[in-house]
C-alpha cells in the first residue's frame, strides 16, 4: 500500500522557507527598480531638451514651454518615426503602454527578453522627450518587470516564483516614479499576480519598500502631488461622490473605446505598422498647439489640477485635447504609460465638477476626480484609492475615495468587459479573469464527495466468471473502467481495469484459469475519507490515473469508497451552483404561504 503524509487540513497560507531566498532577490530587484525609474526620468529629460530646445541637458523642461512655434507639430511625428523603426527592427514588444505586456508575460511562463528591458524606457523615453502625451509608469513598469524576469532567470526557480519576480520588479518601478509603495503592492495583487498569496506579495512588498527607500535620494521621498488645504468631508460630498463616480466611469469608457477605436483605424490603413506612431504624432503635434499642457509626461499639470491653480476655460481646453490625442497616439502603437493621461483627465473632470457643484476646493475634487478615473478605466479601485492618499498624503481622502472610486469601478465593470489593461490581451484571445475565489478543492474532504457503493470485485473471483459478471450479471460493472479488488474481510488488496480484461482475453485458456487477483496491480495509489479534496486530486494526477479507491487510515484498509474525475469535477460544479442557484428568501416564502393560506380560506 502507499502511505500517505500529507496534511488532513489546509494551512491558512502556503507558504515555505524559499521565500526568504525570494524576498532577498526581491530586495535587489527593488533597488533595480528605483534606479531604472530614476535614470528614465532623466532620459525623457534629456531628449525634452535636445528636441525642444535644442541643447544637450538634462535639467527638467517641459515641451509646452518650447518656442518652436508650427514647427513643434513635426518633433512627435519625429519621436514616432524613431519608435516605429526601434519597434520594428528591435523588438515589436515595445509597443503599447506596458502593462498589458507585463500582464502577458506572467501569463506566458514569466520570461521577458533583455532587448525589451532596454528597448522599452528608451522608446518610451523618446516618445514622452518628444511630446507624447503619456506617463513615464507603464514603460518603467514593464521595464522593472523585465529586470525582475531577467534576475530570476539567473535562478533555478519554478514558473510561479519567477513570475513573483516579475510582479516584484514592476512594483519596484512604480514605486521609483511615484513614491507610492503600498500603492505599488496593491497594483501588483489586483491587475498582476492573479492571487494572493504571502509567497508573493511579501518578496513584492520587500521590492517597493526597497525601491522607494532608494527613491529618496535621488528624487525625493513625496508626496509627489501634496493637496493643499480643503473643506470637511460630508455627507453631501460624499453623495455627489457617487455622480462624479458614475461620470468619472462614463468618461473611462469612453476613453479606452476611443484607444481600441484609433487602433482599429491604424490597422485599416495600407502601410506597415511601422509609419503609425509618426501618424499619431501628428495628432499629438496639433494638440500640442491647442493646448501645450497636454505634452509630455505632465506631472506639472496634475500638481497644479490638485492645487486649483488652473481656470475653467483651461481645464475643459486640456481635457478635450488630452483626451483625443492620448487616445490617438497610443492606439498607433507608440510606447507610453495610461497612469499620468488618466490621471489629468480625471482631475479636469473632477475640476469641472466642482464648478458645477459650486465647490470651493476644486484641488479635492480635481484628486477626487482622479482616483475616480484611474480606478474606473483599470478596474482598480483600491489601487486607486490607496494610490492618491500616498500620492497626495491626504489620508482624509479615504472616504470619499472609497466612494467615488468603488462607483467609478462598478458602473465601468457593468459598461465594459474588459478593462483598458486586458482589452489588448482579449484581443489577441488571452482573456483574463480578474476574479479570485478560494478553491473549492482546498475546503473539502475526499469523504465530502467521494461515491459510497463501490462495485467490487472478490480478488479470488475466476477469470471466466469475471467476464460473465462484469458482461451480463450486473450493468453497474459494465459501465466502469476499473474495479478495486478484496478480499473476504473487505480490505483493498488490488485494483484491475479494462486493459488487464483486454490482456487477459488475448492470453491461452489455460492462463484464463487465473483469479482477479493475478490480473490486476498490487502496487495502489490511495486516498483517505478525511484528507483534503485537492491532496488527493494532486497524488492521482502525479501517479496519472483516473481515480482513487478510498480506505480507512487504520490498519484495516477497509475500502470505502472510490474517487474519481467526476466527483473532483462535481466540486467545482457545486461550486458554479454556489453562485448560480438562488433561494426564494424568507420573504418569498412567507408570501407564499400567506397565498396557500388565503386560497384555502376561499376555498
Known amino acids: 500500500m502507499t502511505e500517505t503524509t500529507e496534511p488532513r487540513t489546509a494551512p491558512d497560507y502556503t507558504l515555505d522557507r524559499r521565500v526568504v531566498l525570494l524576498t532577498l532577490v526581491a530586495v535587489a530587484i527593488g533597488a533595480l527598480g528605483a534606479l531604472v525609474a530614476d535614470a528614465l526620468l532623466h532620459l525623457i529629460d534629456i531628449f525634452t531638451n535636445f528636441f525642444y530646445y535644442q541643447r544637450l541637458s538634462a535639467a527638467h523642461v517641459v515641451p509646452g514651454g518650447n518656442r518652436l512655434g508650427v514647427v513643434a507639430v513635426l518633433v512627435p511625428v519625429l519621436g514616432g518615426l524613431i519608435v516605429g523603426l526601434m519597434a520594428r527592427y528591435g523588438s515589436e514588444k515595445i509597443r503599447g503602454h506596458g502593462i498589458p505586456e507585463a500582464i502577458e508575460a506572467i501569463l506566458t511562463g514569466s520570461r521577458i527578453e533583455a532587448r525589451v528591458a532596454l528597448l522599452k524606457p528608451l522608446s518610451a523615453a523618446v516618445a514622452l522627450g518628444t511630446g507624447g502625451p503619456f506617463g513615464a509608469e507603464g514603460p518603467i513598469i514593464v521595464t522593472g518587470g523585465a529586470v525582475g524576469s531577467l534576475v530570476a532567470q539567473g535562478f533555478r526557480l519554478s514558473a ?304 471466466d466468471q469475471l467476464f460473465h459478471r462484469v458482461l451480463h450479471e450486473d450493468p453497474l460493472y459494465g459501465r466502469r473502467n476499473g474495479w478495486p479488488l478484496v478480499d473476504d474481510a473487505g480490505r483493498l488488496v488490488g485494483m484491475l481495469t479494462r486493459s488487464d480484461l483486454v490482456r487477459a482475453l488475448e492470453t491461452t485458456d489455460d492462463d484464463r484459469q487465473q483469479t482477479a487477483a493475478d490480473l490486476g496491480s498490487r502496487t495502489l495509489v490511495v486516498a483517505h475519507p478525511d484528507e483534503l479534496l485537492a491532496t488527493a486530486a494532486d497524488r492521482m494526477l502525479r501517479a496519472d490515473v483516473g481515480r482513487l479507491p478510498v480506505v480507512r487510515r487504520d490498519d484495516s484498509q477497509a475500502l470505502v469508497g472510490n474517487l474519481g474525475r467526476a466527483e473532483i469535477l462535481g466540486a467545482w460544479l457545486q461550486a458554479a451552483r454556489d453562485e448560480r442557484d438562488r433561494d426564494p428568501g424568507w420573504i418569498a416564502r412567507g408570501a407564499a404561504r400567506v397565498r396557500r393560506a388565503l386560497a384555502t380560506r376561499q376555498g
Open 160 to 463: 510561479a516564483e519567477r513570475k513573483t519576480l516579475l510582479a516584484a520588479g514592476a512594483a519596484a518601478g512604480m514605486a521609483g516614479i511615484f513614491a507610492t509603495p503600498l500603492a505599488a503592492v496593491v497594483l501588483a495583487i489586483e491587475v498582476l499576480l492573479f492571487e494572493w498569496k504571502p509567497r508573493s506579495f511579501i518578496p513584492v512588498a520587500a521590492a517597493a519598500a526597497t525601491a522607494w527607500a532608494v527613491r529618496i535620494p535621488l528624487l525625493g521621498a513625496g508626496p509627489l502631488f501634496p493637496l493643499g488645504e480643503h473643506g470637511a468631508v460630508t455627507a453631501r460630498v460624499l453623495l455627489a461622490c457617487v455622480g462624479l463616480g458614475a461620470a468619472a466611469a462614463l468618461a473611462a469608457t469612453c476613453a479606452s473605446a476611443l484607444v481600441y477605436r484609433a487602433e482599429d483605424a491604424f490597422a485599416r490603413l495600407p502601410l506597415h505598422w511601422m509609419w503609425w506612431p509618426a501618424l499619431g504624432g501628428i495628432v499629438v503635434g496639433v494638440g500640442g498647439l491647442i493646448s501645450p499642457r497636454a505634452l509630455g509626461v505632465g506631472y506639472e499639470t496634475i500638481h497644479d489640477l490638485v492645487a486649483g491653480n488652473l481656470g475653467l476655460g483651461l481645464v475643459t481646453t486640456l481635457l478635450v485635447t488630452k483626451a483625443i490625442i492620448w487616445s490617438v497616439a497610443l492606439g498607433s502603437g507608440t510606447s507610453g504609460g495610461v497612469f499620468a493621461p488618466l490621471l489629468i483627465m480625471g482631475g479636469a473632470l473632477g475640476a469641472l465638477c466642482a464648478e458645477l457643484l459650486g465647490a470651493h476646493d476644486p484641488g479635492l475634487w480635481a484628486a477626487l476626480g482622479m482616483g475616480a478615473m484611474l480606478g474606473g478605466t483599470m478596474h482598480a479601485p483600491f489601487t486607486a484609492i490607496v494610490f492618491l492618499v500616498e500620492a497626495t498624503g491626504d489620508v482624509r481622502l479615504l472616504p470619499p475615495l472609497l466612494v467615488s472610486c468603488v462607483t467609478a469601478a462598478a458602473v465601468a465593470v457593468l459598461g465594459m468587459r474588459h478593462s483598458i489593461l486586458t482589452e489588448r490581451l482579449a484581443r489577441r484571445g488571452r482573456p483574463v479573469t480578474r476574479e479570485y475565489i478560494v478553491n473549492p478543492m482546498r475546503l473539502l474532504r475526499v469523504e465530502d464527495v467521494m461515491q459510497r457503493d463501490v462495485p467490487t470485485i472478490p480478488a479470488t473471483l475466476a477469470v
